[in-house]
């Protein structure tokens, strides 16, 4: 199972959870993707070096190659696992970086969009709540609005075989919700 979404949607803490009542490990693609990066030379250093010469956001698309190796990695290194992909892993300006992600999610077929909220609005203002609260930070870098873009961005929802919004639930109702739809999908997958 693989879930996806913007920043602070709860795929870390939903995927915990899911993973524990599954029985199968669990995976946050932010804890492991820079040995994968460093595969097709990208290290933290390098980025945060890109960061400081030419900014946040050209940053970010000079790393798009490396992100989208992680996530080919990860699902081919962790098969029987719940990952987790940060909201950078399905979201790119490259066609190509975009295409690669769709790729290698194709054959999953439990992969699940998280958001709070069917509102874009509503759900760029929870998730910027949670991620002051969590991370102090708004994600607001340079006058780009990182959770908005994110929230914008199709990739995720593209690649998803579902949505779950979570907005007014517990992490643990949350966790229910998606192994009931994970349930639903692989049933109707064997029907």
């Known amino acids: 199972m693989i879930l996806v ?14 993973a524990e009542r599954l029985g199968h490990p ?61 909201a950078g892993y399905t979201s790119f300006t490259s066609a190509d970086h975009a295409q690669q992600v769709r790729l290698a999610l194709a054959p999953i077929p439990d992969v699940i969009h998280l958001l709070p909220s069917p509102d874009p609005e509503r759900s760029v203002t929870v998730l910027r709540e949670r991620a002051i609260r969590s991370r102090g930070k708004d994600w607001i870098i340079e006058g780009d609005d990182w959770i908005a873009r994110w929230v914008a961005d199709t990739l995720a929802g593209e690649v998803a075989a579902a949505t779950v919004f979570t907005d007014g639930m517990s992490p643990h109702e949350s966790a229910d919700q998606v192994v009931r739809l994970r349930e639903r999908l692989l049933t109707g997958l064997a029907a």
Request: glycine share 8%; net charge negative.
């Open 5 to 18: 979404g913007p920043l602070a949607a709860g795929k870390s803490t939903l995927g915990a959870l899911v």
């Open 26 to 86: 669990f995976v946050d693609i932010d804890d492991i993707a820079w040995p994968y990066c460093a595969e097709v030379g990208w290290t933290l250093d390098r980025l945060l070096e890109r960061d400081e010469a030419v900014g946040w956001a050209a940053a970010e698309r000079e790393w798009e190659p490396a992100r989208a190796h992680a996530v080919q990695r990860t699902i081919a290194d962790h098969p029987d696992a719940v990952i987790a992909l940060g």
